[in-house]
């Protein structure tokens, strides 16, 4: 029997089977990094440079191929798996373009001697273990930083992407190939829980990063401390939109649509919590509700539908769990909220409103198309509310006075990232990462090039 078997979410039906690989085939490909990190931690930075470039053109030229088999393995719209190979290319494209100088040597005048060098060294075989909303991306954020690096990568995908993980191998293997790199710079691993903690201890991995729950990072961050192991983790959130009473009202109820339910509502960085203060409540939720019961949903293949289907029935299932515990502490469903007939594992698009502390809607993470409404008296009670929570990803500030958004965003949101009269998933030329129980340690921005390297300082007397 297969140790995986992947499932189209749309259909519910069975599409694939792997079998996991052995602890000699992981030691061996292991072995085979660590040799072809050897190599191109030596490899000049205008060299990697061009390697990353060629990876870039091949995600362009197997662009469709990837995002059916996203679409066919998790759920998410087919056009939306096209833009997040977009946003796969733009972030290898803008790495290319910044590390070479991010990763440059630096010389400092320091008296007593006659220089200091600083100098990023690369730390060896960096381990990311990855979720499935976002396939291919995810995989990029933290892979193509840490090559630029001089490191070479290894992946642990969720299992129910496993066919995209190995796609996604075969397409960096191939831009490496192209550029004359070793294709053992990226390898995939299909393995068990219990064999991916060995990779953790393995002495020639030396750094992990996980995107995930904010409990499978506890527990990766504590295998990773038992052996001095650096760990970059991005977990959950409950991130909180806030809508003040000078917002435009416009802008403020599209945007928060789509940024509840982008990608089914299954983004790390989504809107979840909706801060709105009281003058402007009512008429807020009155154009949200409109909003979310025209959003249909369907067949992720399809150019008619708005939504796909969750990505695994266990997660419908927890999904619809909060949401029931939620109404019966107190919240009220202002649409959806039920799970509908019919195969697959769809969820419609969901409000609820009287949301209070003690519910999983305020307290947790609602992972898919759920937006939680919180009423709030004026501004600084708003402030307060987004920031009562053990999250601190991301969130939004939506008003006309730009300059008191931006203080308020820089000096009293307790996030790693805020938007400020709009969204967007994320953007390479700014750093991604939270706080609190949403994790530490940043990528994109010229920050995640230098997570994994060894900032080593050369003392030169003459």
């Not at 983790?233 to 435009?248: H, W």
């Not at 939004?396 to 730009?402: Q, T």
């Not at 000096?411 to 805020?418: A, K």
Request: hydrophobic letters at 40%.
């Amino acid at each position: 029997m297969a140790d995986i078997t992947t499932i189209n979410p749309a259909t519910g039906k069975e599409l694939t089977t792997y079998d996991y690989m052995s602890e000699s085939d992981v030691n061996n490909i292991i072995d085979a990094s660590h040799t072809a990190f050897l190599d191109w931690r030596l490899v000049d930075l205008d060299t990697r440079a061009k390697a990353i470039t060629a990876i870039s053109k091949v995600f362009d030229e197997r662009k469709e191929e990837l995002a059916k088999l996203m679409t066919t393995e998790r759920g998410k719209l087919y056009e939306q798996s096209l833009q997040e190979i977009d946003l796969c290319m733009v972030s290898c494209d803008y790495t290319a373009n910044v590390g070479v100088t991010e990763l440059a040597d630096e010389e400092r005048e320091i008296d007593g001697m006659k220089k200091g060098i600083v100098t990023y060294q690369p730390l060896g075989i960096v381990y990311g273990i990855q979720p499935w909303n976002f396939p291919a991306y995810q995989v990029v954020r933290y892979a193509i930083a840490s090559l630029m690096a001089g490191n070479a990568i290894l992946l642990k995908h969720a299992a129910n992407v496993t066919g995209s993980a190995l796609l996604i191998e075969d397409i960096i293997q191939t831009g490496l190939a192209n550029a004359g790199a070793s294709k053992d710079l990226f390898r995939t691993l299909v393995i068990s829980h219990d064999l991916s903690d060995k990779v953790i201890a393995h002495d020639k991995v030396r750094g992990i990063t996980f995107t995930g729950s904010n409990d499978g990072g506890k527990v990766i961050a504590e295998k990773a401390a038992k052996v001095t192991k650096k760990t970059v983790l991005e977990l959950g959130s409950n991130d909180a939109f806030i809508v003040l009473a000078d917002a435009d009202l416009d802008v403020a109820v599209e945007t928060c649509v789509q940024a509840r339910l982008t990608n089914n509502g299954e983004t790390c960085v989504a809107a979840k919590r909706f801060v709105i203060v009281d003058d402007i409540y009512d008429d807020f939720t009155e154009r949200m509700v409109k909003r979310f019961s025209e959003f249909n949903y369907g067949d992720p293949m399809s150019e008619d539908v708005q939504m796909g289907a969750l990505a695994r029935e266990d997660l419908r299932k927890t999904l619809h769990k909060q949401v029931q515990e939620s109404v019966d502490k107190g919240a009220k469903i202002l649409v959806g909220g039920e799970i509908p007939d019919g195969e697959g594992y769809f969820y419609p698009a969901t409000i609820l409103a009287d949301v209070q502390k003690g519910q999983p809607a305020y307290d947790d993470e609602l992972f898919g198309p759920v937006a939680s409404f919180i009423r709030a008296k004026d501004t600084d009670d708003a402030m307060r509310l987004a920031n009562d929570s053990r999250y601190g990803l991301g969130g939004a500030i939506f008003s006309k006075d730009e300059d008191n958004a931006i203080r308020l965003a820089s000096q009293y949101f307790d996030t790693g990232m805020v938007y400020i009269n709009g969204y967007g998933l994320a953007n390479p030329a700014l750093p991604f990462g939270g706080v609190k129980d949403s994790g530490y340690g940043r990528e994109h921005g010229g920050f995640g090039i230098k997570e994994f390297v060894n900032a080593k300082g050369l003392h030169v007397f003459g």
